[in-house]
């Protein structure tokens, strides 16, 4: 096996590889910087459809020649990849963090990286998929590890998802999908969601949770740890004037958290 060859096995059973894992590569197999590197292997396997540039220092190595039917050469790369290796502090998160916890109800084709102020990136498309950029000030509290093709993957939680999805339901396929989604998510747990509600600690967001908790313990067995104490804990912490779960949607007032809810609740939990 050439050093070509070499090259191209490594990416390819690493599926999605940075510059600097290129060029830790290259100093411990050849000698040599990343520049050597790029200048006398990369653009070669770029040259031959080996290799792709997902974006600026990423690359996803193609499978010309699969031994399963589901790894087609010209299959998108592995989106969790791509993302886990966009910044070294981020985690996954939002309608992402549902499809890893495996209760997504519909697949998209977006990947919510979540990375500190400092570490934003542009966000961008590659092909079909497109890779989202969403700031948040802790990037550390309730996040697990998931392996994905060999590599670990930092995700958040059950319960910061759940947090995450009362928070941004445009970012988790909106109130429909989020309840569907939440109904089969595994793994909340009190302390989880008491830790990741203190990472913002703003009150329309105890309310909100507290709302879709009380929704979920009468829907799913996955909601069992859910008491009238916890609930009773975050009405307290949520003293505010009435809000709205989503602006601009024909409401009702739900008196129990206080929060205007849309009208149509009922149709939307129907299959729930």
């Not at 997902?54 to 592995?78: E, K, M, Q, S």
């Not at 519909?106 to 990375?115: D, G, K, L």
């Not at 999805?165 to 569907?180: I, N, P, Q, T």
Request: charged share 25%; proline share 3%; with cysteine.
């Amino acid at each position: 096996m050439n050093k070509t060859e070499r090259l191209y096995a490594y990416a390819l059973r690493r599926r999605v590889v940075t510059s600097d894992e290129l060029g830790q590569w290259a100093a411990e197999e050849l000698g040599k910087d990343y520049k050597y590197l790029y200048t006398k292997y990369i653009y070669r396997l770029l040259a031959q459809g080996k290799l792709v540039r997902v974006t600026r220092g990423i690359y996803a190595a193609r499978n010309l020649f699969p031994t399963d039917p589901y790894d087609h050469p010209d299959a998108p790369p592995n989106k969790y990849l791509v993302g886990s290796k966009l910044r070294e502090r981020y985690y996954l998160g939002y309608h992402t963090a549902l499809e890893l916890h495996g209760c997504a109800y519909s697949a998209t084709n977006s990947c919510f990286v979540v990375t500190l102020g400092m570490d934003r990136y542009q966000s961008f498309k590659h092909e079909r998929l497109s890779f989202e950029s969403i700031v948040s000030r802790d990037v550390t509290t309730e996040i697990t590890v998931e392996n994905i093709a060999g590599s670990d993957v930092l995700v958040s939680s059950p319960s910061r998802t759940f947090v995450e999805c009362s928070r941004r339901l445009d970012l988790c396929g909106g109130l429909e999908e989020v309840l569907k989604s939440l109904d089969g998510l595994r793994g909340v747990t009190r302390d989880g969601l008491k830790a990741s509600l203190e990472i913002y600690g703003y009150d329309i967001l105890y309310r909100s949770v507290g709302f879709f908790l009380d929704l979920m313990r009468d829907e799913s067995s996955n909601y069992g740890f859910v008491t009238d104490d916890l609930l009773d804990h975050l009405r307290s912490r949520s003293t505010g004037t009435t809000a709205y779960l989503i602006r601009g949607t024909p409401s009702r007032l739900d008196e129990g958290w206080n929060i205007y809810v849309p009208v149509d609740m009922d149709r939307m939990m129907v299959g729930v």
